[in-house]
């Protein structure tokens, strides 16, 4: 049995980002330490009971480890120095995570851990099979939990927004151009109420000011002060904006740590010869992964 491991965290090497998504509708990522029975909905484990009941196992409560991903595919594309072993394969990846974050962000951890996966399979009965391991960057995303004493507070800061909001959308008049309303009872707070009650403000444009006899100094004095009312506008919108990317931003928490992605490689001269020995080799790695974390 042949196992190797190699290291893989360079700038343009590939990176896992957990959870993942995928543009394809069909291509999606389960999370199958919480969710078990989602890995029928896994095509490749469907096809391939093995990797189906690997993916079980590894994900089974309480178990150190949890997978992100996998594929499995037959190819042609056979290295010279696998010549030796047949001219087709059959080959699967996994990828593996700590479920523990602190074993996650450890590169130590994934060093040695891949080591002693090795050391285990290389003792296996020699077969035209192998495992590669290759460490890898991986982005944790995680969402946050809102705690009851937090509701308040954004409640509190939905409410700020509202009148910030409402503010920037009232006519910027000078106190010597606004216009005596016949009726007392209207003030500002009736555009606040009619927020409320309406979804929307309900404000006079300078136009209908002009129509109800409001006197402007000219013409060029209203184009400027129209002007000012758009910019301050336009300048708190951008704050407000500002704002909610950040707190949205906030609501993921994310982390760099690595994972461990494994081939399975199965080689042969005929199509079904590959098959058996990928199968033979994902059984392998599932007795060393169990080995591993119950001596551990």
Not at 55 to 83: H, M, Q
Not at 268 to 287: A, E, N, T
Request: aromatic share 10%.
């Amino acid at each position: 049995m042949q196992a190797d491991f190699s290291v893989e965290l360079g700038r343009e090497d590939p990176a896992l980002e957990l959870p993942w998504s995928s543009p394809d509708k069909h291509v999606r990522y389960y999370d199958l330490k919480h969710h078990p029975e989602l890995v029928q909905q896994i095509p490749e484990a469907v096809a391939h009971p093995e990797l189906g009941s690997f993916l079980s196992r590894i994900n089974a409560a309480g178990f150190p480890l949890a997978t992100a991903k996998c594929d499995a595919w037959s190819s042609r594309e056979v290295a010279p120095e696998e010549e030796i072993f047949g001219d087709r394969k059959f080959v699967s990846y996994i990828d593996l995570v700590f479920v523990n974050e602190a074993d996650r962000c450890s590169f130590e951890k994934h060093e040695s851990f891949a080591k002693e996966l090795c050391r285990l399979l290389v003792r296996a009965p020699e077969i035209p099979a192998a495992v590669e391991l290759v460490i890898r960057h991986c982005y944790y995303h995680k969402e946050t939990l809102v705690h009851d004493d937090e509701v308040e507070q954004s409640g509190a800061l939905l409410e700020r927004n509202v009148n910030r909001r409402s503010a920037a959308l009232q006519p910027m008049v000078p106190a010597y151009e606004q216009v005596e309303h016949s009726n007392a009872s209207e003030g500002p707070d009736s555009h606040v109420k009619d927020f409320e009650t309406a979804g929307s403000l309900n404000y006079a444009s300078p136009y209908e000011n002009a129509r109800s006899g409001t006197s402007f100094q000219s013409e060029e004095f209203a184009q400027s002060r129209d002007k000012v009312r758009l910019e301050s506008h336009s300048q708190s919108e951008a704050e407000i904006q500002s704002e909610d990317k950040v707190r949205s931003e906030d609501a993921r928490v994310s982390f760099t740590g690595f994972c461990l992605t494994a081939y399975v490689t199965g080689f042969g001269d005929s199509d079904y010869d590959p098959v058996r020995r990928w199968s033979i080799g994902l059984r392998l790695l599932h007795h060393a992964l169990v080995q591993l974390n119950c001596n551990g």
